[in-house]
């Protein structure tokens, strides 16, 4: 029986990113594939942003430019614009990871597929990889997820997770974890996770900026304790400490040689 290809509704969220948004949208349109449709939600940007969306105006399904409280309010506003049968958040710096990876995608689905996931490229600011995020980092993408697999902290990255938009909840306010609640969430209410064994995207290195590091740390702990329990990860987190701990010091001395 022949399968019948879904739609995936591709999501660039970006405040006053004039320098990043355009490459962004040349990976999003690049695709060699119909079975998209390309949403835009701008926070209201006063730095050229909106010139290059209405550029590229052709090409987009929706946009909005208005004035939002945050990351995670305008990706839930994006989430009430998507109509496609999966979600995936390809926001401003992010790319796609080349023009047929959506073809790739469509060819791993099966009917019964709830999460389409996969791996990251990181890159530098010259877009110089840099190796995936299993490779550069402590966290390893498990080859068959689970929403127990995030005990131990992101182990697989936003920009390659795409689950159906009936399973995805809207973000929690107020966290900067907002992102590990939301895909374990999908987690538990999906049925079959489906590993397309790909690079699905290019990440930009950056984030949460040093001032709001300790707030990142302590929204985690939240979130974590509301999925696996108040013991249980208490005793995680002295793990992920020590791993830190550990990955930090074989980094160190891997520069040293």
Known sequence: MSKKHPIISIITVVYNGVDLLEGTIKSVIAQDTTHVEYIIVDG???DGTLAIIEKYEAHIDRWISEPDKGLYDAMNKALQLATG???????????????DTVTKILAAYTPDTDILYGEVMMVDDARKPIGTRSEITAHRLPKDLHWKSLQYGMVVSHQAFLPRRRIAPSYIDGNLSADIDWVI???????KNTATQLVLATFLIGGVSKQRHWEGLK????????????????FHHCFIVLRAAWYKLIRKQEANY
């Open 185 to 191: 969430t999908c987690l538990k209410r999906s049925k």
């Open 44 to 46: 209201a940007s006063t």
């Open 85 to 99: 049968d999966f979600v995936w958040f390809m926001n401003c710096g992010d790319h796609i990871y080349t023009p």
């Open 219 to 234: 929204n985690r702990y939240t979130v974590l304790a509301k999925h696996y329990g108040f013991v249980p990860n208490l």
